[in-house]
């Protein structure tokens, strides 16, 4: 009698211990990270922007440059570019091209890193063509092998608003600076992003 | 609760502990990529003959005052850009230890004699030196990280210790602390012939 009450207890055990062992080992993924789960395209767009130092730091870039100039030049980069951006991610989306390498990029960390370093004295026109430009190969690169689909297209949207921010929050930053230290602590940001387009240059000729 | 069942307990319920105390896979692309920035950012700082000479950068910049105060600092990352590309390349240069420790020798040397040189002559010679901490830095990329990021960690971390040059330079302005600094540049120099010693050694 008592032999039996202890098999039953020492079954109930093991069937417990199988069940719980069984549970662990199926547990679903825990979902916690954003890229299983997704925050929809836009906040794709958006991240993708801000998790790119390819394309984060030349914008970064302008936006140093256009507050070094001045009040007008930030408030023309910061509606300039973004707007570029969206038009030239909106003209990728159909190319087929998915991936462009890092020579662009690089070349960009060069010109502007350049330019903040030498506290360039550009005309409002030519700030515009700059913004036009970077935002438009940018934009395009970013909106290539996304495919048109709407989904793409919010998410372009995300990325010209994640522009708009960062240009907005470093032009205003660099504006409202007086004190000369300020200025130069800007111009040496600028040998950093231009010695990195240095480095990304041979990084790209590399091919790794 | 008899031994058996006891210690069938513990197993199951160690069983159950290590189930649960699962480890992330680690196999996601942006763990790399993350460990880049890290690895770049630490790789001047780890090493005492970097560390010696990117302060000694900042400590002389701030004895000349200015321009050489921003000149310096500027045209360090650049040229160092430009050896670190060298090095990513996979060019040879000869002698790169010995050239970050003649870096530290003269520098230090220049911060405790204040040398005091045009300031295009002090970028130049900056300049010179930065090719070799550059390469050493490029050579020096860990397989599967990113090279972007390793090289922006280590181009911020050069600009941050030469920032504590600048830092500790500012004391120049006080009788004590142009004596301090010159005592601080023999100590750079002093460091430069030890790792220079054991370079060649």
Redesign the interface.
């Known amino acids: 009698m008592e032999g039996d009450r202890?098999n039953a207890?020492?079954l109930r055990?093991?069937v417990r211990?199988s069940v719980?062992?069984v549970f662990?080992?199926v547990c679903g993924p825990a979902e916690a990270?954003l890229?299983a789960t997704g925050m929809g395209p836009l906040y794709d767009g958006l991240m993708h922007f801000l998790t790119s130092?390819?394309d984060l730091?030349p914008a970064l870039a302008l936006g140093l440059l256009a507050g070094l100039r001045g009040a007008p030049y930030g408030r023309r980069a910061i509606f300039a570019l973004p707007v570029a951006w969206l038009m030239g991610s909106l003209l990728g989306l159909s190319a087929a091209l998915a991936s462009a390498g890092?020579l662009a990029a690089s070349l960009w960390f060069l010109v502007l890193g350049g330019l903040v370093?030498a506290d360039a004295k550009l005309s409002l026109r030519a700030m515009t063509a700059l913004c036009a430009l970077l935002g438009l190969v940018h934009g395009y690169l970013n909106g290539t092998g996304m495919g048109l689909s709407t989904q793409a297209i919010v998410a372009t949207l995300g990325l010209s608003a994640a522009v708009f921010v960062v240009v907005v929050l470093v032009a205003a930053l660099v504006v409202q600076l007086r004190a000369q230290w300020g200025r130069?602590a800007v111009?040496?940001g600028g040998?950093?992003i231009?010695?990195?387009?240095?480095?990304?240059?041979?990084?790209s000729?590399?091919g790794? | 609760m008899?031994p058996p069942?006891k210690h069938?307990?513990i197993l199951?319920a160690t069983?159950?502990v290590a189930?649960?105390w699962a480890q992330s896979a680690l196999a996601?692309i942006?763990q790399g990529e993350a460990y880049g920035f890290v690895t770049g950012f630490l790789h001047p700082i780890s090493g005492a003959d970097h560390v010696l000479a990117m302060v000694a950068v900042g400590l002389w910049g701030a004895q000349l005052g200015a321009p050489a105060i921003?000149l310096l600092?500027?045209?360090f990352?650049?040229v160092?850009?430009?050896g670190?590309?060298?090095?990513?390349?996979?060019v040879p240069f000869p002698g790169v230890e010995y050239g970050i420790a003649a870096s530290a020798i003269v520098l230090g040397a220049a911060v405790a004699f204040e040398v005091r040189p045009s300031p295009v002559i002090a970028a130049l010679v900056v300049g010179c030196f930065a090719i070799f901490h550059g390469h050493a830095h490029?050579t020096e990329l860990p397989a599967g990280q990113s090279?972007?990021?390793y090289?922006?960690g280590f181009?911020?971390a050069t600009?941050c210790l030469h920032a504590v040059g600048i830092g500790i330079g500012t004391a120049h302005r006080w009788t004590w602390g142009r004596q301090l600094l010159r005592g601080a540049g023999t100590v750079v120099a002093a460091g430069g012939v030890f790792f220079l010693w054991k370079a060649i050694a």
Do not use: C
């Open positions: 202890m207890s020492v055990m093991r211990a719980l062992f662990t080992l990270h890229n130092p390819e730091v890092t370093v130069i111009r040496v040998s950093w231009a010695a990195s387009g240095i480095l990304m240059l041979g990084w000729v590399r790794t | 008899t069942t069938r307990s199951a069983t159950l189930a649960l996601h942006l921003w600092p500027v045209a990352p650049l160092m850009a430009m670190g590309m060298l090095g990513f390349l996979g490029g090279a972007l990021l090289s922006m181009v911020i600009g």
